[in-house]
């Protein structure tokens, strides 16, 4: 079986900084693609960042020059540094993984449970 297990969402000031982390557990799988999305009330989810397997790294225009998306693959993790954070930067955060399990024959969509950030203004 494969989760992943996000941490680091809470409540900062504008301004203010976070880092969330996302973990995959298990054993016996690949990780390709990694991703951080949101959404906040009302609104569609969105991506927010994106890495491949090779470090190569997009941003939605709303978080460029602020947020910055890496990637461990030795504990198969995800971060992601949010710098000069902003009420609307507000949401629910979910990381998503691209993972083909060793026994499967393509890769799945695995998703965290989602961490709430919160911007006060």
């Known amino acids: 079986q494969v989760q992943l297990v996000e941490s680091g969402g809470g409540l900062v000031e504008a301004g203010g900084s976070l880092r969330l982390s996302c973990a995959a557990s298990?054993?016996?799988?690949?990780?390709?693609?990694m991703a951080w999305y949101r959404q906040a009330p009302g609104k569609q989810r969105e991506l927010v960042a994106q890495i491949t397997s090779g470090g190569i790294t997009n941003y939605a225009d709303s978080v460029k020059g602020r947020f910055t998306i890496s990637r461990d693959n030795a504990k198969k993790t995800v971060y992601m540094q949010m710098r000069s954070l902003k009420p609307e930067d507000t949401a629910v955060y979910y990381c998503y993984f691209a993972i083909r399990r060793y026994l499967d024959f393509n890769y799945r969509d695995y998703w965290g449970q989602g961490t709430q950030v919160t911007v006060s203004s």
């Open positions: 298990g054993s016996d799988f690949t990780i390709n693609f």
